[in-house]
C-alpha cells in the first residue's frame, strides 16, 4: 500500500460498510471480519425482526456457516426437533385430499456438499449471525441507525446516517459500500442503479398463526415441516404453510384478491379451506406483499454494490432468496478482502457481477417463473374430476420431476473472466451435481489419505490440492502465489484416498470452494502457473 493509499485508509472510519444487517449483511460482515477487513454495518432495527421468512436453507449455505465458525450455533437453535425432519410436500386441492407427493428434498443432493440442509426461521438465524459478528473485533454494528444518504467519489464512499428515534447523525467515510437493504434500497437508487421487475401483478398475505389441532391433522405427513398446496383457481401460484415450530405457530403464504383488508377477509375460512378440514387459528400477524421479481441491471456502481434482496427479489417459492443473498456474500466478501488487502485487482470486484447477477437471473427463469407457469399448464391440463386416469398418471410424472429439479438446482460460474475457461461459456443456476472437478463449479466433499475430508484442510485464501501432482508443479504454484500476494494453502495428497473422484491431478479452489482451475496431468510450468494466478486475480 502507498503512503497516499495508506493515508486514505487512516482518514476512514472503515473499509467496508454495509447497510442492512439482515442475513446477508451479516454474512458479508463475518466474511469480512474473518479477513481482518474492518468493517461498520448499519442496520436500522436492534432486534431481528419476528417475521418467520427465509426458513430453508441449503446444503450450500450450511458449508458458509461452517466456515464462519457459526454452523453448530445455527443447528443449536433450531425449532423444530431433529429427529422431525425438514422436508416439503405438494398436494392438489388440499393438504388433507388423495393427491401428495414429497417435494423439494435437498437431501437427495447431499453426497455433493460438506454439510446438510437446515431449517429455521430467518430471525433465529439473524440471532445466530449478530452473535457471531460480536466476537470479530474489526466489525462494528450501529443497530437502530439507518442510512439517509450515499455519495462516492473516487477515493471512497460518504454515508449520512441517523439515529432511528433520536437525534443522532454521522457521516461515516469507506472505501466500500454494500447495500443488502432490501427490495426498497436507498443503496442502490442513491448509486444509480437500475432494476428490470416483472410484476406478476398479484396480492399476496402473509399469516402467522398458533394452531395445535392443524399439527394434529398433518401428523399423517411425519417429517414434514412445509406444504404446497396446488388449486386450479390460482392459475399457478400456491397455497404455502410452513411449520415455524413442532407443534404451534405455522406462517402462510397466499394470494388473495387486489384491495384485501385484514377486516375485509375471512383469512381463518380460507385457512380451512385450504386444508381440507377445521381447525383452531390464533392470528398473530396478518401482513400482505406484491408478488414480482426484480433483477439489478447491475450489481457493482463504483465504489458501490448490492447484494441479496437490494440485487435480486422474487416470490418465497422454494428458498431461493436467502441462500442466494447467502452466496452474493460469500462471493462478495473475499473479493473486497482481496482488493482492499492488495492481491486482488478490478476485474475480480467485477466478477462479482459477472458471476452473481447471470446466476440469479437463471434461478428467476429457470425455477421460481417456470415453476409458477409449469404448475399453471398442468392444472389447465389435468383435472381429476374430469379424468381421473390421466391426472394421476400425470401427477406421478410430477413427482419424479421434483427430484430431478433438485439435482438440476447446480449454481456455477462457467462464464466467470476469472475461472480457467470461462471464455464463450454461460454462468448459470442450471447444471448438474458431480464429483469430478470442473472450473467454475462448486467442489464435492472427498476423503485424503489421512482420513480427513478435503473440506477440513482447505485455507482461508486459495487452496492447491495436489493429487499425485510433480513437485515442480507445486512449487511453480508456491512461486507464482507468493509473487503475487496471494494467500495459499498447499495440501499434498499423492495417496488420493477417494479424491480419485475428481478425476485431475491438481485443483485450484477458491476461498468460497468453487473450482478455478484443474488439470488432469498435472505437469505445469511456472509460466502457466503465473499466468493461471493473473487470471484468477483479476
Known sequence: ???????????????????????????????????????????????????????????????????????????AARTIPPEYGIGGLTAYGTLLGPHTYDWLQRDLVKPYYYTSNERLPQYATEAVLRNRVAELPC?????????????????????????????????????????SDGARSLVREQAGITQTRTDHDRMMVLLVFRSHELHKLLERYPGKSYYNVLQPELKGYWKFFGRVDLGSTWFFHAPVPPGTTRDNFDFRAYLQEAVGAPFDVDFEHIGFWDLRFMLADSYRKGRVFVAGDAAHSHPPYGGYGVNSGLEDSRNLGWKLGAVLQGW???????????????????????????????????????????????????????????????????????????????????????GSHRFDARAGHHLAPATLSSGRDVFEDLGPGFTLLALGAPPHAVQAFRDAAAARGLPLTVVDDPAGGDTGRYEVKMILVRPDQFVAWSSQRGDVTPEQARTVISLITG
Open 1 to 75: 500500500m502507498s503512503s497516499e493509499q495508506q493515508a486514505g485508509a487512516a482518514q476512514r472510519d472503515a473499509e467496508v460498510v454495509i447497510v442492512g444487517g439482515g442475513p446477508v449483511g451479516m454474512g458479508l460482515a463475518i466474511e469480512l471480519g474473518q479477513r481482518g477487513i474492518r468493517t461498520i454495518v448499519v442496520e436500522r432495527y436492534p432486534q431481528p425482526q419476528p417475521i418467520p421468512k427465509g426458513q430453508n436453507l441449503t446444503q450450500r449455505t450450511m458449508e458458509h456457516f461452517h466456515f464462519w465458525g457459526a454452523e453448530k450455533q445455527l443447528r
Open 139 to 179: 466489525v462494528q454494528t450501529l443497530y437502530g441507525w439507518e442510512a439517509q444518504a450515499v455519495a462516492q467519489d473516487p477515493d471512497g464512499v460518504s454515508i449520512s446516517i441517523a439515529e432511528r428515534g433520536s437525534e443522532g447523525r454521522r457521516v461515516l467515510r469507506c472505501a466500500y459500500a454494500v447495500g
Open 344 to 430: 486482488g485487482g478490478e476485474r475480480l470486484l467485477d466478477s462479482y457481477d459477472g458471476e452473481r447477477r447471470p446466476v440469479f437471473e437463471s434461478t428467476m427463469r429457470d425455477f421460481i417463473a417456470k415453476s409458477i407457469e409449469t404448475d399453471h399448464q398442468f392444472l389447465e391440463a389435468y383435472d381429476p374430476e374430469r379424468n381421473r386416469a390421466a391426472f394421476e398418471q400425470a401427477w406421478q410424472a410430477r413427482a419424479q420431476g421434483a427430484v430431478g429439479e433438485v439435482h438440476a438446482f447446480e449454481p456455477n460460474y462457467e462464464g466467470s473472466p476469472v475461472v480457467s475457461g470461462g471464455q464463450g461459456r454461460v454462468s448459470s443456476a442450471k
